[in-house]
């Protein structure tokens, strides 16, 4: 029995340790686990915070904001899933803990705060396709600064102050921020990696997903202020990232190409002779007098008011004057394109049939002219893929006297009228003017001659001063243009039409024509008319202005100028003239038929009329097929480019 005591005491000893160890591990992994899952809860909580802070800054509404996470038909939680299991690889990667909200946060935040003041000046919020042309945006900012000068000091100063705080907070990071063992930084990358790819690829919103469904991400392309209403920010962006691949329509194939009827045409054209032709598109120009409750004297454009035969509505409101442009030019439709996006910046990278072409295969000189640099929107590059044999933009015109920092649209007549002069061919000019463009800002002329009545603030007044001063100059140098072309012996047909309504922000609200500071999207018929209509004068030296043409998609336009010139052509008079014959308004949320009805969200209908669907396989065909169609429909834009002109 003595001897048994201390081996015992022994074992008993030897139990105590391994219990003591067994316990200290116990200890150890329990500490670790109760870390990890303290560091995953603060990262949702950033999660939230980051998606709570997007949201509040994009909808600028507290209740709306709290309804976009209470609501459970809406993903707001699958976004805050998203942006958890992002800050979760991201940490990974630098392999310390909560680093990855000190870069995810600026990086999410900066494009929401662009977005709202997007919507602000342009009523849309930002897609991916904006950051397209920054180079435009920075190009405008000393007119913007001009306008706001002490917003711009706030936003100046808040980027500096925005960098120095996430240089320390960056710098504090790595200095204090837990590290991550390699085992934890690999656990969160075959926890988050996986999830986050599957996930992308359930974004695609050409293909029904039915775990997209349940996660309640909905895209909704065909209205993206809803769009982005119900999927937030975040998610929406997301969605309309794929939008500059453009699938080919249902149907589209060389048959359905094959059985578009094309009518036979007569050779040549109706005149005794081939006119000239000038196409203005007016920057921002609109009748400002159809605003309630004000008067303006005398009436800033007598000369257009006596002429105008019609309307343009326009599909874009306040900017985006290059989608008019491809409308007036190409006679394609913006409403077969992908919501958002803008076919100068993404999709002409190809030779185009358009009015260009056209007149150079008649043996015209084709020219566009514009006053201002060659690259903003894309020019450069898109007038030689729609066939102008040259392209005058600031930097090969001479100097041209200014309206604020813009050429005046007497100095850029007076340059069409000089350029013409020197030509005895004939000629197709298409020229975009400049003075016309906003913001409207006071000073801008030295003295306003049109006197504005009304119950206005100052602030409303001298925007509104400004920018009647600016009609009553664009309509002077339409008529210094007609009297030049009425002592022309070669008929000169002369089309003018503005290109979108202009940002005259509270004018609008204040006097009651809008309920806010931009154009809606979608709306009844009158609502849209009044917020998209854009005057249209198509006048000829010979035979004068052309009336009752009613209001017309930019689209319609290449029809209007061929048959008022005396052309017939397989597409812009022939299939178009057919299309013509049944719409006036082609619009992505609305028809408007020949005798005035319109058929709402026709787009979303199962079936749409034959001669839209094959106006959609026409425009797809021509920028994204096989071409199937140049020999039946463009034969002059093939001759063309086949002699390497």
């Not at 240089?167 to 988050?192: D, G, Q, S």
Request: charged share 20%.
């Amino acid at each position: 029995m003595k001897l048994e005591t201390p081996l015992a005491r022994i074992d008993s000893a030897v139990s105590s340790s391994d219990v003591y160890a067994n316990g200290q591990v116990s200890s150890a992994r329990y500490a670790r686990t109760l870390s990890s899952a303290r560091s995953a809860l603060f990262t949702l909580l950033l999660a939230i915070s980051v998606v709570f802070t997007i949201e509040l800054i994009v909808r600028w509404s507290w209740p709306d904001t709290v309804a976009y996470f209470t609501d459970p038909m809406r993903p707001a939680w699958t976004t805050v899933a998203v942006f958890f299991l992002a800050m979760l690889g991201v940490d990974a990667l630098f392999g310390r803990e909560h680093k990855a909200a000190l870069l995810v946060a600026p990086l999410a935040v900066v494009p929401a705060f662009i977005s709202q003041q997007k919507q602000v000046f342009l009523s849309d919020p930002l897609y991916p396709t904006d950051f397209l042309f920054g180079r435009q945006i920075m190009e405008l900012m000393p007119v913007l600064v001009k306008d706001r000068p002490w917003t711009a000091v706030g936003v100046v100063a808040g980027i500096i102050i925005a960098i120095v705080v996430s240089v320390l907070l960056l710098r504090f990071a790595w200095r204090n921020f837990p590290k991550l063992t390699r085992r934890e930084r690999m656990a969160r990358i075959a926890f988050a990696l996986p999830l986050l790819v599957a996930f992308w690829n359930i974004m695609d919103y050409n293909q029904f997903s039915w775990i997209r469904d349940r996660l309640r991400v909905i895209p909704i392309m065909w209205d993206q202020t809803e769009n982005y209403r119900h999927n937030g920010f975040a998610l929406a962006f997301a969605i309309n990232l794929p939008m500059a691949n453009v699938s080919a329509p249902a149907g589209y194939m060389a048959d359905a190409i094959e059985r578009i009827p094309v009518k036979p045409l007569p050779a040549g054209t109706s005149h005794r002779g081939k006119p000239d032709v000038i196409v203005l598109m007016s920057e921002s120009f609109w009748d400002p007098t159809r605003l309630p409750k004000v008067k303006l004297t005398p009436d800033p454009m007598p000369t257009i008011r006596e002429l105008q035969g019609g309307n343009v509505f326009s599909p874009e409101f306040g900017g985006m004057t290059a989608n008019v442009e491809f409308e007036a030019v190409t006679g394609f439709s913006n409403a077969f394109l992908p919501y958002g996006s803008i076919p100068y910046q993404q999709y002409i990278r190809n030779p185009i049939p358009s009015l260009a072409t056209f007149f150079r295969s008649e043996g015209y000189v084709s020219r566009a002219i514009h006053p201002f640099q060659g690259w903003f929107w894309n020019r450069n590059a898109v007038y030689k893929a729609f066939g102008f044999d040259m392209f005058k933009s600031e930097e090969n015109m001479p100097p041209m006297a200014k309206r604020g920092i813009f050429a005046s649209d007497e100095s850029l007549t007076k340059e069409i009228i000089r350029q013409a002069d020197e030509l005895e061919d004939p000629f197709f000019f298409f020229a975009v003017t400049l003075q016309g463009h906003g913001p409207y800002e006071a000073n801008r002329y030295a003295k306003n001659t049109i006197k504005v009545e009304g119950e206005l603030s100052d602030a409303d007044r001298q925007v509104l001063a400004t920018y009647a001063q600016g009609v009553k100059e664009a309509d002077d140098s339409l008529k210094m243009l007609m009297d030049w072309a009425k002592e022309r012996d070669r008929e000169t047909i002369i089309v003018l039409f503005g290109d979108h309504l202009p940002p005259l922000n509270t004018v609008y609200s204040s006097t009651g024509y809008m309920k806010g500071i931009t154009a809606e999207r979608k709306g009844p018929k009158d609502q849209m008319k009044a917020e998209h209509e854009t005057p249209l004068v198509v006048w000829s030296n010979k035979t004068g202005p052309k009336k009752k043409i009613g209001t017309i998609s930019p689209a319609f336009l290449s029809y209007q100028i061929l048959k008022q010139a005396g052309y017939e052509h397989p597409y812009y008079t022939g299939f178009l003239g057919k299309v013509y014959d049944h719409y006036r308004v082609l619009d992505r949320y609305m028809l408007i038929r020949k005798n005035g009805k319109d058929v709402a969200d026709w787009l979303r209908q199962r079936k749409i009329p034959a001669s839209l669907r094959d106006y959609r396989f026409l425009q797809h065909d021509m920028m994204f097929g096989k071409r199937y169609s140049t020999e039946r429909f463009f034969q002059s834009h093939a001759d063309l480019y086949s002699a390497g002109l």
